[in-house]
């Protein structure tokens, strides 16, 4: 059986049934599509400049991915929030295509020896049912299990976002049968004091007293992070603009960690398992 490999410049990769114990594509970042299953001693996978991968297949091995759904309304920074996680660019606006229909982007990557898995999704606002059903049903397709669910929004819970929350509890508790609301987050975006945990207790509480639809919400999530995610798409003119530029760098690598340390202790297993037809 293949026990090493070498490889440049793939598109494609299927090295599955060897006895590969590590593999590394650092000389293959536009790889898309990589299929490493029934590898049973294979340990280690550093897919980390791979940010062309959407397809990863690592079944029967000791290789486990865990996969992140991100949910929200629209300009409440999913996008910004899902390259935060990755430390990338990958899923700014202008990646996906303007249309009517909903546009998916996904990315592996590891942090602290887990391999991880993000979702996110762009395009009608996902206010209705059938929205939604499709936009659930395309995110499982797409991945092998469910570890967290991401749910995001950038201040009070409006109206709609209560309602596109409760039709995603109840899709995903008609499709599995069980209450996946413990493995839900919710990230609250865009909240400057998000270094001060003194604030960021204060806003939790203020959502658990907001009103009693917000308050059960708030309650049957596992519990709620605060981020800040500014701008460092800002044309340099000056030495002021550079500044600002390198602060809002810093603010998101904190934000950064903050989500990954969470993820980390959060993402112990893959808690619902998708099985495809």
């Known amino acids: 059986k293949l026990t090493e490999l070498e490889v440049s410049d793939l598109i494609e990769l299927n090295c599955s049934n060897t006895s590969i114990e590590e593999l590394n594509l650092n000389f293959c970042p536009n790889i898309k599509k990589l299929i490493c299953s029934n590898n049973e001693k294979l340990i280690n996978l550093d ?3 791979c940010s062309q991968l959407d397809f990863l297949d690592c079944t029967s091995s000791k290789l486990t991915i865990l996969d992140l759904m991100i949910v929200g ?3 409440v920074g999913k996008s910004t929030l899902a390259n935060i996680i990755t430390g990338s660019d990958y899923f ?4 996906y295509t303007a249309s009517k229909t909903i546009n998916f982007k996904k990315k592996h990557f590891k942090w602290n020896g887990k391999y991880f898995c993000i979702v996110d999704a762009i395009g009608p606002k ?10 659930v049903e395309e995110i499982f397709s797409m991945l092998e299990g469910i570890s967290q669910i991401l749910f995001v929004i950038d201040g009070r819970f409006t109206t709609e976002e209560i309602k596109i ?3 995603l509890k109840g899709l ?12 839900v987050t919710i990230v609250r975006t865009k909240f400057s004091n998000f270094k001060k945990k003194k604030e960021c207790e204060a806003d939790k509480n203020q959502l658990h007293n907001e009103n009693e639809s917000i308050s059960e919400i708030v ?3 596992r519990d709620v992070i605060h981020v800040d995610n500014p ?11 550079q500044y600002t530029v390198n602060i809002n760098k810093k603010i998101r690598e904190r934000s950064r960690k903050i989500m990954l340390d969470y993820l980390d202790e959060a993402c112990q297993k893959v808690i619902v398992r998708i099985y495809q037809n």
């Open 92 to 95: 700014s606006k202008s990646a």
């Open 47 to 49: 897919v980390s400049i």
């Open 219 to 221: 309650k049957s999530c």
């Open 231 to 241: 701008s460092v798409n800002i044309q340099i003119t000056d030495d002021d603009d």
């Open 73 to 75: 309304c629209t300009d």
């Open 172 to 183: 995903i508790i008609n499709i599995f049968e069980i209450n996946i609301l413990e493995y």
């Open 165 to 167: 929350f409760n039709l």
């Open 126 to 135: 996902l206010t209705t049912g059938n929205t939604l059903l499709k936009s």
